[in-house]
């Protein structure tokens, strides 16, 4: 194999959703897309972070105001998630950073679904205050579980599919300091995100597909 690639310079890495699942890392695309080789902190070759382009199944979904990804996605819909970051095709022209674009599960002929429970909590992570003004504070997250469910099949064989998934994301985090008249007692403020997704994919003939997604 040749050291240089004449015939082709774009850079692209491909994640399946089989590695996304086993990494040990927080379960949101933002720090699956950090691990792509020359990610920063969400800066890609020296851009900024809102120079990036966030897509699902191809349909932009990129915050216009903050320039990250808009609303939460649960990675248990996810079959692949791809990363380019050079060499951007036209449609791409005004992105200085990288187009992410997530691929998701679809339906087959066959039923089959998942249920999964994530859990961690502050004994699982040394917070690191020691010497700090932060010593004997409870900071950083208490805990924060999320159960999963997925099922997809077929509506009608060879030719219309659907694909669900339903996701709760429950976390408690603590803020330095907060609130200002308990101290030196902490009180953790309530996160609770729920993940609805729904797909159908249509078969309409030998070349075309057409998919609905909420």
């Known amino acids: 194999t040749p050291t240089v690639d004449k015939q082709r310079a774009t850079l692209v890495s491909n994640i399946s959703g089989e590695t996304i699942q086993n990494l040990p890392t927080s379960r949101d695309i933002g720090t699956i897309f950090n691990i792509v080789p020359g990610v ?4 890609v070759h020296g851009s900024s972070v809102r120079d990036n382009t966030y897509n699902v199944d191809g349909v932009n979904v990129t915050d216009p105001v903050i320039g990250s990804q808009a609303g939460s996605l649960s990675l248990d819909i996810v079959e692949e998630m791809s990363v380019q970051t050079g060499s951007l095709t036209a449609e791409h022209g005004g992105v200085r950073g990288a187009v992410v ?14 249920a999964s429970f994530y859990f961690r909590n502050k ?13 004997g504070q409870e900071v950083g997250f208490d805990f924060e579980s999320e159960p999963s469910f997925t099922l997809g099949g077929p509506v009608i064989k060879d030719k219309l599919w659907f694909f669900t998934s339903f996701n709760m994301r429950k976390s408690e985090e603590y803020a330095f300091g907060y609130p200002w008249d308990t101290q030196p007692t902490n009180t953790p403020l309530d996160y609770n995100r729920y993940m609805l997704y729904g797909k159908l994919s249509l078969q309409l003939g030998v070349d075309d597909k057409m998919t609905f997604s909420y």
């Open 123 to 135: 004994d699982m992570q040394s917070d690191n205050t020691d010497g700090t003004i932060f010593e």
């Open 40 to 43: 920063t902190g969400d800066t």
């Open 101 to 114: 674009n997530v691929v998701t599960k679809s339906g087959g002929n066959r039923f089959s679904g998942s």
